[in-house]
């Protein structure tokens, strides 16, 4: 492979890492339950399970000046007539009350969905270079 093809991919494995993480870091707000110690590590209270749907995590994201395809958020879809607990504006309270602890947590996601990725990437160069 040459040297710009074998750049290309890790580029795109590092944005398919970087995707992947922040859904996850989603879908744990959502339901309570994160990686590397959860929310109890970085004294964060939990959003109520089943509070997020595609246009609040769309939104959540923004917040956290990252970006990511509308498509990967319809796993977030609820059905039009799905009751809500918690109202934009109470999500957007929580955001500001969590912040420091939520970015610690989110970029902590990301380094670590990253970082996995570039060693396997490596690892997986190096052997064919062998």
Known sequence: MTDRVTNIKKVNAVRSAKTAAIIDFLSALECGEGEYGGF??????????????????????????????????????????????????????YLKKYDKELRLYLDFYIQSYVNDVLITFDKTINNKQD
Not at 65 to 86: E, T, W
């Open 40 to 93: 109890d590590s970085f004294n964060i209270k939990v959003i109520s399970s089943g509070q997020l749907n595609s246009y609040r995590a769309n939104k959540i994201v923004h917040y956290f000046n990252k970006s990511i395809s509308k498509k990967h958020l319809a796993i977030f879809s609820k059905n039009a007539n799905y009751s809500y607990k918690l109202t934009n504006y109470d999500i957007a309270i």
